[in-house]
């Protein structure tokens, strides 16, 4: 028989990390699974928001969590009242969810039809879901079933980066082109030539405020050079959340950040995490005139003796990425409601203005105009961050 309990606070289900971990380490999920992950994203991006970690159990054993929140969003003339994933927005990741497979049509069904019943929700929200995720094709079966009671509908969008590592980094450079080879050794042989190169790996926690300090600094340098903020100046929040992510998670051997020195000097930098056999690469650095493959190489180098079998590269579409290796996978949002006339009008505007918001903010201003005027440049609406996957 499989039971359900609701946790409204971390605090409340801190006594579940060994287990919750134990979980999504036991099924193949990702990092961002984890409590550490989920508790700290909740501490900085919670408010005005109700949590509720949903999780199942089968015969006293835990089969599954799934971390919720609740939220009132605003949108111009109107508001809908939502329930979504815990790391739906705020960052450049995706969501994460802790099933066994065995279970995730079970769970799916018995979480749809609670919030369905217990909640006057307008929609449900579950995404953006990485295309390695089994929880999606649960989700939209789940949902499938249930038509006479509510509407659903799924997006899929091919804009998410996936390499796949073999078991040796000799087997992984036999895939890549003779030209991206070529390209790897001529820029190894470009940083020989100018001084001592020496590449550093730090996964100790006592090595990371260092080590972090000098990424950041590098990547704001880079990017600032483009007229863009950077990625800890663009998002909310950003240098604090990863300030801390990266102390927590390195606490359990978690973390890996990589320099590459000439004579000392921090040209280029990977940041990445490790859960299981996967890993996620959530950003990289480096100096004008550098080029970056080699302080990849050596990143995917690192983490093939370390057993890594697949390197999540996040969302977006990059001719680089492709060229290392990496292949296009689907990021799925799947979306829900009650039919009642009133609530499905209600979403149906408010997807109509985060859609408007995201062409005129984000795709217009943000990313073209304001690239020209970086006197005028700010970080990331709010509105914009919590609405935009309204309109996938």
Same mark, same amino acid.
């Given at each position: 028989m499989c039971c359900h309990t609701v946790y409204r606070s971390f605090r409340q289900a801190r006594h579940l990390q060994e287990a919750w971990d134990d979980l999504a380490r036991r099924v193949g999920a990702d990092i961002f699974s984890t409590f550490d992950w989920c508790e700290i994203w909740w501490r900085y991006y919670g408010a005005d928001r109700e949590l509720e970690i949903q999780t199942f159990w089968q015969d006293g054993r835990l089969i599954g969590i799934v971390p919720l929140f609740y939220e009132r969003l605003a949108l111009g003339p109107v508001t809908v009242r939502t329930v979504r994933l815990l790391g739906a927005d705020h960052s450049t990741t995706s969501c994460g969810v802790a099933v066994a497979p065995a279970s995730v049509a079970r769970i799916m069904n018995m979480?749809?039809?609670?919030?369905?019943?217990?909640?006057r929700l307008d929609l449900m929200l579950f995404g953006p879901l990485p295309g390695y995720s089994r929880l999606g094709e649960a989700l939209v079966a789940a949902l499938d079933s249930m038509r006479d009671r509510m509407w659903s509908e799924s997006v899929s969008r091919?804009?998410?980066?996936? !390499?796949?590592?073999?078991?040796? &980094?000799?087997?992984? %450079?036999k895939k890549l082109s003779k030209k991206e080879r070529s390209n790897i050794r001529r820029d190894r042989r470009d940083l020989e030539h100018a001084g001592i190169v020496r590449h550093h790996v730090f996964t100790r926690q006592s090595d990371m405020p260092a080590a972090l300090d000098a990424f950041i600094s590098l990547h704001q340098t880079q990017w600032r050079s483009k007229g863009s903020l950077g990625h800890f100046r663009d998002w909310p929040a950003a240098e604090g959340f990863h300030r801390e992510m990266v102390n927590r998670q390195s606490q359990r051997g978690r973390v890996c950040l990589t320099q590459l020195c000439v004579n000392r000097r921090v040209v280029a930098g990977q940041y990445c995490y490790r859960f299981g056999a996967r890993a996620h690469w959530i950003l990289s650095a480096r100096r004008n005139g550098v080029?970056?493959?080699?302080? !990849?190489?050596?990143?995917?180098? &690192?983490?093939?003796? %370390?057993?890594?079998r697949q390197l999540d590269a996040s969302a977006g579409l990059y001719d680089y990425k492709q060229r290392l290796g990496a292949e296009i996978v689907p990021t799925l949002w799947v979306l829900a409601g009650p039919h009642a006339w009133t609530r499905s009008q209600r979403v149906r505007l408010a997807r109509s203005v985060a859609w408007l918001v995201d062409r005129a903010y984000y795709r217009f201003w943000y990313s073209r105009l304001a690239r020209r005027m970086p006197c005028v440049r700010r970080p990331l609406w709010e509105s914009w961050i919590r609405s935009h996957s309204l309109a996938p």
């Open positions: 979480l749809t039809k609670k919030l369905l019943s217990e909640r091919a804009n998410h980066m996936v !390499f796949s590592l073999p078991s040796t &980094f000799d087997s992984y %450079g080029g970056g493959r080699t302080a !990849f190489d050596e990143m995917i180098r &690192f983490l093939i003796s %370390g057993g890594v």
